[in-house]
């Protein structure tokens, strides 16, 4: 990355003063979704691919978007695919795992 687009990343991914909410956490209204506090390990070139989609999202939808609320999202899309009592379930696992 050059050093233009990593201080745009830096200042996308930087955390909001005085407490802003992102737009979609505003979008929501004032009946936020209350979260829990999940610490995970990434490697760097997981969050530069982080960053970069985020990136791309400002660029192209015009919405910012950190990292959390991307994981957020991601995680619920794959999600999406794991239901436990698809008789597919073990192979779609494996296929999300191992690759």
Do not use: C, W
Not at 13 to 18: A, E, G, L, Y
Request: net charge positive.
């Amino acid at each position: 990355m050059d050093s233009k687009t990593n201080s745009k990343v830096q200042r996308l991914v930087s955390p909001r003063r005085n407490g802003a909410k992102s737009r979609l956490e505003t979008k929501a209204g004032s009946a936020l979704p209350k979260y829990e506090k999940v610490t995970v390990y990434l490697h760097p070139s997981q969050i530069q691919d982080l960053d970069k989609t985020a990136l791309a999202i400002l660029k192209q939808i015009g919405l910012r978007v950190d990292r959390p609320e991307l994981i957020r999202s991601l995680v619920d899309h794959a999600m999406t695919g794991l239901d436990p009592a698809r008789k597919d379930f073990g192979k779609t696992v494996h296929k999300l795992l191992v690759g």
